[in-house]
């Protein structure tokens, strides 16, 4: 009756019964309701292990980039992860911290991304630079879906693999996880590969700008039209003076699309699993089944984010603080799902999803540069 007190045998059998079980089944056992606080320290020690490796490679992450700025805090935080999976290292003791910073921190990180967004400063694109960037992620992700059925990579894989080419990489990938209802392998391939594509942009692209005929202005433009991750755009934009301010605002224009893109493809999804299913036997007797959100809960705080940054209801110097916690939660995250990152898995996968990456790549750049050449910076 809520005392959370019962006997050893379970059901009453007369009050000489009862007492007869003492002595034959054994003493009567208590049963005391676990205090709050107990599980959530033993769910602490749980995540201590994993996330205290996590903090140290986040470190080392920060570290190598501030030693070598042409290496990438976000790059180098996969691969720290990637070798931890590949060498053994990531011991069973490390996988709920790993785990939790793979989605969780990612998901913070995700929100506070939301408060670099005000959408006043990005109305100066004007509607031809909005429209190269909304062009620029249309074409990139349905161009990427329709060639990962032509190279029968999973749909989940592809579609994840669209998200993260014509968005904002690893964000747009965790965003889309739940909606593309994969499993982690096709997190990791998809990861693996925008990580290798964006570094790849890193040196490659101010390699063309010469020989495409780009001024710092446009070729900040392309940058942020065609580069993946935040942390990527940034440094890629860095090493040519005075691409930087446009390579940032063209690309967070990008990552606004976030939002109504996983909405889209959510409520597309559940309309034509709706339709292939009908209402099945066990619905009809028992009710629909409860569904999760059609957009996931941290999209709609990621647009909140957006929401309040735009109002001008956060300070500047609170602005500056998320800001840097985003960067290191990012990294942390990123280290975290590197540890998904097998290279068994990668050798299954074979070079379909390679040649889908790379196609995806080009695919975005050269509808970026088209669209910067027709518009201007």
Request: glycine fraction near 14%.
């Amino acid at each position: 009756m809520g005392t959370g007190i019962h006997t050893a045998t379970g059901r009453g059998t007369g009050i000489g019964g009862d007492v007869g079980s003492v002595g034959a089944e054994g003493p009567i056992r208590t049963t005391m309701s676990a205090r709050p606080g107990s599980s959530a320290r033993s769910r602490a020690r749980s995540l201590a292990p994993g996330l205290a490796v996590v903090a140290a490679a986040t470190a080392a992450a920060f570290g190598a980039a501030s030693l070598l700025p042409e290496l990438n805090a976000s790059t180098v935080g996969v691969v720290l992860g990637a070798l931890m999976a590949n060498l053994g290292l990531h011991r069973e003791v490390l996988r709920p911290g790993t785990a939790f910073a793979s989605r969780q921190l990612l998901r913070i990180a995700v929100v506070l991304l939301g408060l670099q967004l005000a959408l006043p400063e990005l109305a100066a694109l004007g509607l031809g630079g909005l429209g190269v960037v909304v062009l620029t992620v249309a074409v990139t992700f349905t161009g990427t879906c329709l060639l990962g059925r032509v190279l029968r990579v999973p749909r989940a894989r592809a579609l994840l693999i669209a998200t993260g080419f014509s968005i904002c990489g690893a964000s747009a990938i965790a965003a889309m996880k739940d909606v593309a209802d994969g499993d982690e392998d096709d997190t990791a391939v998809a990861i693996a590969l925008v990580t290798l594509c964006g570094s790849l942009a890193i040196v490659v692209l101010p390699l063309l700008r010469g020989p495409l005929g780009l001024d710092p202005a446009a070729f900040g433009s392309w940058v942020g039209a065609s580069v993946h991750d935040v942390g990527q755009t940034v440094a890629t934009a860095d090493r040519v003076p005075g691409a930087l301010t446009a390579a940032v605002v063209v690309k967070l224009s990008r990552v606004v699309l976030l939002a109504p893109l996983v909405a889209g493809v959510a409520v597309a999804r559940t309309r034509s699993a709706r339709r292939a299913r009908g209402v099945s036997g066990e619905e009809a007797a028992t009710g629909p089944k409860r569904r999760p959100p059609i957009v996931p809960l941290f999209v709609v705080g990621f647009l909140a984010a957006i929401a309040l940054a735009s109002a001008g209801l956060v300070p500047a110097g609170a602005l500056d603080a998320a800001q840097h916690v985003q960067e290191v939660l990012m990294v942390a995250a990123l280290v975290g799902l590197g540890t998904g990152i097998h290279a068994a898995v990668l050798r299954r996968t074979g070079g379909r999803a390679l040649v889908l990456g790379m196609a995806s790549w080009v695919l975005v750049a050269g509808v970026a540069y088209a669209g910067v050449r027709l518009v201007g910076a």
